[in-house]
């Protein structure tokens, strides 16, 4: 299951605190069988050396103007990457990502195989050079749920 955490409202290097209406940028870094989110601020980010396979930026606002924006950018790095990384395409939110590209029609499904009892499907977007064979998730509701939340979480802004 993914398990990413969500922004702290500190630069995950040197703990500067985010203010209203600072931009800062997210990394998504593989760790393990999951993933790690880095927000940076530009200084650091100058500095920064990680091989994240997605970033975006995020605009710092009051949590009670909270609001999720999908940074499309970052869904089509993290899908390139999973043309050559096999092990990206067993993770949950490489599947997840599949579905909401194809849901606005920018991916599609054209293949659909089992290997060892275990299903996965390509998804294709032929103009971005984009093929990516995923792991369909054994994901009952309450697991659905939690994960839609942790997505929710990684991509807000704090």
Same mark, same amino acid.
């Given at each position: 299951?993914? %398990?990413? #955490?969500?922004?702290?409202?500190?630069?995950?290097?040197?703990? %500067?605190?985010?203010?209203? *209406?600072?931009?800062?940028?997210?990394?998504?870094? $593989?760790?393990? &069988?999951?993933?790690?989110?880095? +927000?940076?601020?530009? +200084?650091?980010?100058?500095?920064?050396?990680?091989?994240?396979?997605?970033? !975006?930026?995020?605009? @710092?606002?009051?949590? *009670?103007?909270?609001?999720?924006?999908?940074? &499309? +950018? #970052? @869904? !089509?790095?993290?899908?390139?990457?999973?043309?050559?990384?096999?092990?990206?395409? &067993?993770? $949950?939110?490489?599947?997840?990502?599949?579905?909401?590209?194809?849901?606005?029609? %920018?991916?599609?499904? /054209? %293949?659909?195989?089992?290997?060892? *009892?275990?299903?996965?499907?390509?998804?294709?977007? @032929?103009?971005?050079?984009?093929? /990516?064979?995923?792991?369909? $998730?054994?994901? *009952? $509701? #309450?697991? =659905?749920?939690?994960?839609?939340?942790?997505?929710? +979480? =990684? =991509? #807000?802004?704090?």
């Amino acid at each position: 299951l993914l %398990k990413v #955490a969500k922004g702290k409202g500190e630069c995950t290097s040197c703990a %500067k605190g985010f203010k209203d *209406g600072d931009v800062c940028t997210s990394q998504l870094i $593989p760790e393990g &069988e999951g993933w790690v989110r880095h +927000d940076l601020c530009a +200084d650091c980010l100058e500095k920064d050396d990680k091989d994240a396979v997605a970033h !975006w930026r995020i605009n @710092i606002v009051s949590k *009670g103007k909270k609001k999720v924006v999908l940074s &499309e +950018d #970052a @869904i !089509w790095q993290v899908l390139r990457s999973g043309k050559d990384d096999e092990e990206l395409g &067993e993770k $949950p939110l490489t599947f997840i990502l599949c579905l909401m590209m194809a849901r606005k029609r %920018k991916l599609r499904m /054209v %293949k659909v195989s089992k290997v060892k *009892g275990q299903e996965y499907q390509t998804f294709q977007n @032929i103009s971005r050079k984009v093929e /990516v064979k995923v792991k369909v $998730p054994l994901l *009952g $509701p #309450a697991a =659905f749920s939690r994960l839609q939340k942790e997505i929710g +979480d =990684f =991509f #807000a802004g704090e």
